[in-house]
């Protein structure tokens, strides 16, 4: 098994991780930690996309490492607001 293999499969395991923890909606820690395994997905597809030449994966991906780093901040990093009540 050589780089690109093993980046590969560590992309497919843990965006599919990912994919499951932001479903199951369990809260906002959890979910922030599902954002936290699609930015490394993200990186190593973009990594294994790069060595390979793949052009239009790496540049999906890029675009799928921004989302995700706003959704670490979004559910990780910044405070929420306190809501009005009505």
Do not use: E, H
């Not at 930015?39 to 490492?65: K, M, R």
């Amino acid at each position: 098994m050589d780089l690109v293999d093993i980046l590969k499969w560590a992309a497919a395991i843990s965006g599919t991780i990912a994919a499951f923890l932001v479903s199951l909606d369990l809260g906002r820690r959890l979910t922030g930690w599902g954002f936290v395994l699609f930015v490394g997905s993200s990186i190593c597809w973009i990594s294994g996309a790069l060595i390979t030449g793949d052009a239009p994966l790496w540049s999906q991906n890029l675009v799928l490492f921004a989302i995700n780093l706003f959704g670490v901040y979004r559910y990780l990093i910044r405070k929420r607001l306190p809501r009005d009540v009505d």
